[in-house]
């Protein structure tokens, strides 16, 4: 297939291309490249692409494609309370105009990189499945819903809108976050000794690796129409539903004489879920999840140390939040400069 890639100069991007490619898909890469230089060791090889912000899209970007997998976005919750508009612009009213001209253009498969986050306050230890109610807290996790629900209306015999809600994704990435729980708690341990922990530890926050999303999206390009058509899909694996508690433990084994200390002081964190994952692999048989958190945390050890992660670049450059807030690369619209 020929896949129109949005996002691909981003953190799950840059894993999900090679992926892609190695599956056979001719992958054509559309990113504004807002984080196109927050590299960790060497620079991976991108595929051609459109650098184009995704709020300027036209027809001839979606022309001649089979399937669009849109990644593209203000990808978490610090980021969407910065600048709610700006969120509900770029990830809800651009994402629904793509999903419109990629159909228009005859796309057969739209696949939306939605989040478990939708689930907002779910609370509670139940297993929370696809039709659960939606509960989301934040600007980026309503923009997400938003888009679900507008893209939903689009389908038809012609067009195959698919939703994967993927767990909070860990792991290395060339182009790294360091905003996501696991990779944060890595690198504080790595850097100063100390897994620290701000809220009480207690929330559910289901985890899951950037390759196992990648392999997901891949598996889902190619599954039959009726398995996935106009479905949502939590994407993860049961294995990884643990606390923030249970993720900072595992730092802390993975990081040898580092120590654990919950402080509690951000107090009770309001989103918490736990997620059953079997609706995927029902649809697409033979599909696991490949990665624990454990090797994940190791995996990440590795990495920092052998690409020389610094506290500034912890810090600044992998932190999406901080990076858009130095202003150096952006304007106030979020538009490269
Ligand atoms: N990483 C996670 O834990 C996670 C979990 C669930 C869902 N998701 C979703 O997966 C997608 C990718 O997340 P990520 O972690 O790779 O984020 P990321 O911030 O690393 O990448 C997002 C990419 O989108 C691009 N982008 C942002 N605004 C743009 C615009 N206006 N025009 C064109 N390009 C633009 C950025 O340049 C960047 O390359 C997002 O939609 C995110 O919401 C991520």
Redesign the pocket.
């Known amino acids: 297939m020929r896949v129109l890639l ?2 691909h ?5 840059t894993v999900m291309a090679p992926v892609l490619a190695e599956a056979g898909h001719e992958v054509i890469g ?6 196109a230089d927050c590299l960790l060791g060497p620079r991976p090889e991108t595929p051609p692409g459109f650098e ?4 300027d899209v036209t027809h001839e970007h979606v022309s001649d494609v089979d399937a669009v997998i849109h ?5 978490n919750d610090p980021l969407g309370a910065l600048a709610p508009d700006l969120t509900y612009d ?1 990830n809800h009213r ?1 994402s629904v105009r793509l999903a419109r001209l990629a159909r228009d253009a005859g796309v057969k498969r739209f696949l939306y ?4 986050s939708v689930y907002g306050a779910s609370g509670g230890d139940a297993l929370v499945a696809e039709d659960a109610p939606l509960r989301p807290v934040t600007p980026y996790a309503e923009s ?1 819903v938003r888009v679900e629900d507008d893209v939903h209306e689009l389908a038809d015999e012609d067009f195959t809108p698919v939703f994967l809600r ?4 860990f792991g290395f990435s060339p ?1 790294l ?1 360091a905003d ?1 729980v696991l990779n944060n708690l890595v690198g504080h341990a790595v850097l100063s000794g100390e897994v620290r922990v701000l809220s009480d530890g207690t929330p559910w926050r289901p985890l899951v690796h950037a390759r196992d999303i990648a392999s997901a999206f891949a598996a889902a390009l190619v599954g039959p129409k009726e398995a996935v058509h106009d479905k949502a899909f939590n994407i993860g694996t049961e294995r990884n539903n643990v606390t923030v508690a249970e993720i900072a433990g595992e730092v802390a084994e993975a990081v040898p004489g580092s120590r654990l200390v919950i402080t509690g002081e951000a107090g009770a964190d309001p989103r918490s879920y736990r997620v059953d994952f079997a609706r995927f692999r029902e649809a697409i048989p033979g599909f696991d999840c490949e990665w624990s958190v454990k090797d994940g945390a190791l995996e990440l050890v590795d990495a920092y140390q052998k690409y020389g992660m610094t506290a500034h670049d912890f810090e600044q450059r992998f932190t ?1 939040l901080a990076w858009l807030k130095n202003g150096i690369s952006v304007d106030d619209t ?1 538009r490269r400069r």
């Open positions: 949005t996002g100069k981003g953190y799950l991007g559309l990113d504004s490249g807002l984080f184009v912000d995704l709020r990644l593209a976005a203000l990808s770029i651009a990189a939605s989040t478990c997400k993927n767990a909070t994704a182009r976050r996501i999406r979020l």
